[in-house]
Structure formats: structure tokens, C-alpha cells
């Protein structure tokens, strides 16, 4: 992640992180400035960080690197992620961050067109105007529906084909345009 962008979210100064944390704040200025990455700090310094920041030490670190993750993962961080923060947080950070864009920029179009499902959900079951900003993307579709995994284990071991067409058929509207079969958002564990 980076550190400004936490810095400006959280609406404190360099100096009030270094004091916060007791990380010195030529640190905190180096890392801000691009003198040094957050690679090359000490464990304690970036742990301090992700600490104060309520994150993981992987994504203070890693938040740049393109690493994807597998499609039910991807899901369930998201679901997560909702949970956390309630709705009116998760979409504004959506589209703060525009994940969407990055997502789909990097050719990672189901987890693009899932976000976008899930921000236009959430948007719709709480009455909040969807962001118009993504009306194009809305007009995409994948070539194969995706289905959960639950859903493909229980066709193949019940063996009952009609298990997939089922999920596809109660699929949530907005995901069902981009042929994703999701019924249940907000079931985490």
C-alpha cells in the first residue's frame, strides 16, 4: 500500500505517524519520499506500520506486486472486506482506490466485473446512486459462467448437473449480467 495514501486517508502528518508509532521520522519521511521502500525497513518497522494502519505486514509490502490470488479467495477477501468496513466504507474505498480499473487493466476481468457487481449490489440494497464512471464496463460479460466452487463440488459429486443451472438461475441480477453465479454475499465465516 502506499504510505501516503494512508497517511492522507487517516488525515495525520508524517511527524504524528513517527510519534504514534516510535518509528523515527526521517523513516517515515524516506519512506514517503521515495527514498527507500518499505522492502528494505526492518520487520519492526513494518509491522509498526501495518499495526498502526489496521492491515497486514503482506500488504503494506505487496500491495504494488500483481499477485493473484485464486477466484474463490478473491470472493471471500472481498466478502470480508464489506464486513469490515460496512457498506458506505467498501464502496467509497472502491472506488477511492478504482480497483475496478486496476483489476481490469491487468486483463483480471472476473475480479474486475465481480467488484463491479458487488459495488452496484451493495449500492442498489442501500439506495445509494451507482458510479457512473463504470457504465462501459456494465456492458461486459465473460465467455464462461462462473460458478462457486461449493456449487461445481455438489454437481459433480451428488451428481446433479441441474445444481449449476439452479445457482445460475438465483443468481444476485448484478452479478448474473456478467455471468457470475453468486447468490450469498454476506455469509462469512
Request: glycine fraction near 2%; charge should be positive; hydrophobic fraction near 35%.
Amino acid at each position: 500500500m502506499n504510505i501516503n495514501y494512508l497517511i492522507s486517508e487517516k488525515n495525520i502528518s508524517k511527524y504524528k505517524l513517527a510519534k504514534d508509532t516510535n518509528i523515527p521520522y526521517s523513516t517515515i519521511s524516506d519512506i514517503c519520499n521515495g527514498k527507500t521502500t518499505l522492502e528494505n525497513c526492518n520487520a519492526k518497522t513494518v509491522y509498526e506500520l501495518s499495526k498502526y494502519f489496521n492491515c497486514s505486514m503482506e500488504d503494506l509490502l505487496y500491495k504494488d506486486v500483481d499477485i493473484r490470488y485464486d477466484f474463490e479467495a478473491f470472493k471471500s477477501n472481498v466478502r470480508h472486506e464489506l464486513k469490515e468496513k460496512g457498506y458506505k466504507k467498501f464502496i467509497v474505498s472502491v472506488l477511492k482506490e478504482d480497483r475496478i480499473n486496476d483489476y481490469y487493466n491487468k486483463k483480471w476481468y472476473p475480479e474486475a466485473l465481480y467488484l463491479l457487481a458487488m459495488l452496484d449490489y451493495i449500492s442498489r440494497i442501500n439506495y445509494v446512486p451507482i458510479c457512473t464512471k463504470y457504465n462501459k464496463l456494465r456492458t461486459a460479460k465473460l465467455d464462461k459462467i462462473i460458478y462457486p466452487a461449493s456449487v461445481i463440488a455438489e454437481a459433480e459429486v451428488m451428481k446433479n448437473p441441474s445444481a449449476l443451472s439452479d445457482s445460475f438461475a438465483n443468481a444476485i441480477p448484478e452479478f448474473a449480467r456478467f455471468n457470475i453465479a453468486e447468490n450469498e454475499v454476506f455469509n462469512v465465516a
